[in-house]
């Protein structure tokens, strides 16, 4: 399947898999917008996918929702409370210089927040206040929103796929070049029987049987970097 028909499902709101590279995490992604999610889509990532179900966001909602990067809040956490001193120096990744995670949340209508009705009200919620303040709209995040809470959410990097090539970033550059609000939930597959990252040619297999459209990073780079130059959304 082509990049092109990749990206037409991905606009509709359909699941696309997403694979980083051989030399950083090796890993395929679910992802799908989060302003599509449904619970049958929480469903499928849990059980095909596996792995932890989280929501990548741009950088520029992140910060105007005041979401931070959870390191920061251990570096100025432990200024109060010692013992948390080393366990935010996290600089021993060992596929990247430092993790996207910011803060966990449920929406606050929910009950646990982690049943698949609960974790999609969170992230379809999610995806709408993205929306809206990419739109240079307003949305208060602390009146709908708690934490902890069960939905992991990522702050992906300021340059994204200029700066870092996570499936954080890849999620969101795609987002971008299609013209969506940029808030994509994310799974990483599994695979039950090596105890590791489901391999990439399993990935495709899959891809290939169900029907979902498989996508590499290099091709997403490539398209954004395409994309930026150019300044057009995909149509």
């Known amino acids: 399947m082509s990049i092109e028909d990749a990206l037409l499902r991905f606009r509709k709101g359909d699941f696309i898999l997403i694979y980083d590279f051989d030399e950083r995490e090796g890993e395929t992604d679910f992802a799908i917008p989060a302003i599509h999610v449904k619970p049958k889509d929480i469903a499928k990532m849990r059980i095909e996918g596996g792995g932890l179900i989280c929501v990548a966001i741009h950088p520029i909602a992140a910060k105007k929702l005041g979401l931070p990067f959870m390191h920061d ?68 995040f602390g009146s709908e929103f708690r934490s902890p809470g069960h939905v992991a959410l990522l702050r992906a990097a300021d340059n994204l796929v200029y700066e ?20 994509v939930a994310i799974c990483e597959m599994l695979d039950s029987e090596t105890g590791r990252a489901l391999s990439k040619e399993k990935a495709i297999k899959y891809a290939e049987e169900n029907d979902i459209p498989f996508v590499d990073g290099k091709t997403i780079v490539e398209k954004y970097k395409e994309f930026k130059e150019f300044g057009e959304i995909f149509v």
Do not use: C
């Open 73 to 140: 809040i251990l570096r100025v956490a432990s200024e109060k409370i010692p013992s948390l001193k080393t366990v935010s120096q996290a600089n021993d990744v060992k596929y990247d210089s430092r993790s996207s995670f910011s803060i966990w949340v449920n929406h606050r209508k929910t009950f646990t927040g982690i049943t698949d009705r609960d974790r999609a009200l969170t992230i379809k919620r999610i995806g709408e206040a993205v929306d809206a303040v990419m739109l240079n709209g307003y949305f208060d």
């Open 164 to 183: 870092r090539v996570g499936q954080t970033e890849l999620s969101i550059a795609l987002a971008e070049i299609v013209g969506i609000a940029p808030a």
